[in-house]
């Protein structure tokens, strides 16, 4: 018997009703899948009995429980949930009990939903930590040691202390970093330009040693020393700049955020050295030092003397009129606001000498009005002086055996130089320039 051909092993067509039905089944399928409600989404609620964890160690926690609850929960449909809720949570507990050290799970509550909610309740385990004690150290020098002590005790040892107290010894494990990292942020702030390097010692009296290191490269290396004076020539109080910088050395190390920071307590520990420097209290001087902080600081030390005064200048005057130059030397006694002073006067270019002996009485710091009388010629002197601000000041003086008025603006360059516009009663204007030496 003949074998049928392949044209007979061809299928025959479906039906036109039945290919219909099966195109709408395949596009129905994955609407009917979705009619079928899966969780989506989990919210947790997290009570822990006993101590309140700090805000770093319990965000962890709910970090954790989230995590172990979304793997157990998101994509099972509700229905399942429902149905196998019992053994879910049997799961939850048995999971969360293995991964969160120091802590027993009391409860573990699932109400299923398309958002479900997990509801985990923890008992810290003993022992429990009672007490935190913190050793900072620094490479500094043993006289700024007090006052980074004091920051690490007033900020960085209650920060700790909240940290740890009444977390479970065995958690230290993992909430070790956590506590450490937040240390370091609390020293950051608290100790400009320093960082925290610390290790935790768990137990019942949890020790945390840390160590406090610069942050960058930026720490004060050099020590500069400038002096201004009112009262004391310059080139005396230069002698004493290597003494002065050693009074600044337990700044060098200082990161320069720290030193910018708390520069007026580093000021005070310069002037506390200063005050005990015998000159300054041999001659009852008055040393304000300050600091112009950077990886070279700069310690200016303003100076003057409570008993006396000692001035050396050099006084340059130009115009058509202007009186000759002159080195003037002065020395004062102070006897409160009033001084008595005697002064010598040289032109250099004819070495004429010129002595005065005179009174100035400085009411207020603004006002000074005095007399001096020139013992070798007929002249007297009168003036009364007054301070716009530290760097202008205005002058108004009579020369009684010339009958001249004189009307001056001085303004201070810096500690070593002035400059001063004068105009005199006969029409006479000049420039005045002073050096204090």
């Not at 449909?77 to 991964?99: A, I, M």
């Not at 008025?405 to 005045?432: C, I």
Request: hydrophobic share 50%.
């Amino acid at each position: 018997m003949a074998q049928p051909g392949p044209s007979l092993l061809r299928a025959r067509p479906a039906p036109a009703g039945v290919a219909a039905l099966l195109l709408c089944a395949l596009a129905l399928a994955p609407a009917v899948r979705a009619q079928v409600p899966a969780v989506q989404e989990v919210a947790v609620r997290l009570e822990v009995e006993g101590p309140v964890p700090a805000p770093p160690i319990r965000a962890r926690l709910e970090e954790t429980v989230d995590a172990v609850a979304r793997r157990l929960l998101v994509g099972r449909p509700v229905g399942g949930v429902r149905e196998g809720q019992r053994q879910l949570e049997s799961v939850l507990r048995t999971v969360l009990d293995r991964v969160v050290a120091g802590y027993a799970v009391t409860a573990g509550q699932i109400d299923p939903g398309p958002t479900s909610t997990v509801l985990v309740r923890l008992r810290p385990a003993p022992p429990l930590i009672r007490r935190v004690v913190l050793r900072p150290r620094a490479e500094v020098h043993p006289r700024v040691w007090p006052l980074l002590e004091a920051l690490v005790a007033t900020q960085l040892a209650p920060a700790a202390a909240t940290l740890l107290t009444g977390l479970p010894v065995a958690a230290v494990d993992w909430a070790g970093p956590l506590v450490v990292a937040e240390l370091r942020r609390v020293a950051e702030a608290a100790v400009p330009g320093y960082t925290l390097e610390a290790q935790l010692a768990a137990g019942a009296e949890t020790v945390v040693a840390g160590r406090l290191v610069p942050r960058d490269s930026r720490v004060v290396r050099n020590i500069g020393v400038r002096f201004r004076s009112s009262s004391i020539p310059t080139i005396l109080l230069d002698q004493h700049a290597p003494v002065v910088a050693s009074f600044a050395d337990p700044l060098r190390g200082l990161p320069v955020a720290f030193a910018e920071a708390h520069r007026a307590a580093l000021e005070g520990l310069v002037a506390a050295t200063l005050a005990a420097y015998p000159p300054v209290v041999q001659y009852h001087i008055v040393a304000r030092p300050a600091l112009r902080v950077g990886e070279t600081t700069v310690v200016t030390v303003v100076a003057d003397s409570l008993l006396y005064r000692a001035r050396l200048q050099a006084v340059i005057t130009v115009g058509t009129q202007a009186p000759p130059p002159e080195l003037q030397v002065s020395l004062g006694r102070l006897f409160g606001a009033v001084e008595v002073f005697g002064q010598l006067a040289v032109t250099p270019n004819t070495l004429d000498l010129r002595y005065d002996l005179g009174v100035a009485v400085t009411p207020t710091p603004a006002w000074q009005v005095g007399v001096a009388k020139t013992l070798n010629r007929p002249r007297l002197l009168t003036w009364t002086a007054y301070t716009l601000s530290p760097d202008v000041d205005v002058r108004l003086a009579l020369e009684s055996s010339a009958g001249t008025v004189e009307a001056s603006v001085r303004y201070r360059l810096n500690e070593f130089q002035a400059g001063e516009l004068v105009a005199t009663s006969r029409g006479d204007v000049w420039l005045r320039l002073l050096s204090n030496l």
